[in-house]
């Protein structure tokens, strides 16, 4: 009996090992077949005019120029959207640990926070279009900052929130009892104890508002010239890329491939850097 309990137990967690490998494989699969797709088809029209120059006359047409305004318009974007979700996020996360714990206020919040983080950024480019049309705004770097901003708060919220939860629960009560106040013990114990944790949050964020289209397609407009204020119109390069690869032009299509390329090495040098950020600031932690 024991030994056909064995045997079931082995094979339950044979099967187990393989799915677990077979889903390895697809995801691995997955990445480096987008890897290749876009290393083969955009190195080979990416140049470093491309890089540093706006488009010119018949750019579009496969005539000279670049996407310099695309590249400082997506960092201007994900920076000014990631900056004001942060002063919203950072604040409501520390009251959800700090004031109302698991309580059904808090639970509902976190609710609220994972349905608008599930929400398509379709959606969110659509009422920040209207928000757009109520405050008076043209397509602008300050439309679409606005809607990064409220597409990137759920997602830090909730981000922040789980990683201040994985704090230990004595250095708050420790805290508590020497006399600090609630807000004190957030600013002066949590925020230092989790930064590591805040910051690859927050960068999580970024590479999410960065790298997102929809949510700026009618908010942000579209220019061939860097944008000069925040009511001027920004281009941005998940938008190049689409209007790129909509031509039927051969040599504008790999420039989007090109396109492709350069954000994907934004998100990853974002990622790699967060990961360095997040080690070093882990230096000073109390462990």
Do not use: C
């Amino acid at each position: 009996m024991k030994s056909w309990r064995f045997k079931k137990r082995h094979v339950q967690e044979t099967i187990a090992i393989g799915f677990m490998l077979l889903s390895f494989l697809i995801v691995t699969g997955s990445l480096v077949s987008i890897l290749w797709t876009i290393l083969s088809k955009g190195l080979p029209a990416l140049s470093w005019s491309m890089i540093t120059q706006t488009p010119k006359g018949g750019y579009y047409l496969g005539k000279e120029g670049g996407i310099l305004n695309a590249i400082v318009g997506s960092i201007l974007l994900a920076a000014g959207g990631t900056l004001i979700a942060l002063l919203i996020s950072l604040p409501i996360s520390l009251y959800l640990e700090t004031y109302v714990k698991n309580s059904g206020w808090a639970r509902f919040v976190r609710l609220v926070m994972d349905v608008l983080w599930g929400i398509p950024s379709i959606v969110y480019g659509a009422v920040g279009f209207i928000l757009m049309l109520e405050l008076g705004l043209r397509a602008s770097l300050l439309g679409g900052i606005i809607t990064l901003a409220l597409l990137e708060i759920p997602i830090m919220t909730r981000a922040i929130d789980e990683v201040i939860r994985l704090m230990p629960e004595d250095l708050t009560q420790a805290s508590l009892a020497v006399g600090a106040t609630k807000l004190e013990t957030a600013i002066k114990v949590i925020i230092p104890q989790m930064l590591p944790g805040i910051i690859t949050a927050v960068l999580l964020a970024l590479g999410r508002g960065i790298g997102d289209a929809a949510s700026v397609l009618f908010t942000a407009g579209y220019t061939d010239r860097i944008p000069t204020s925040l009511t001027s119109p920004v281009a941005s390069l998940p938008l190049a890329i689409f209007f790129q690869l909509g031509t039927p032009y051969p040599e504008v299509q790999a420039r989007a491939y090109a396109s492709a390329l350069i954000l994907t090495v934004i998100v990853l040098i974002i990622s790699l850097g967060s990961r360095l950020i997040s080690s070093r600031a882990g230096k000073y932690i109390n462990k």
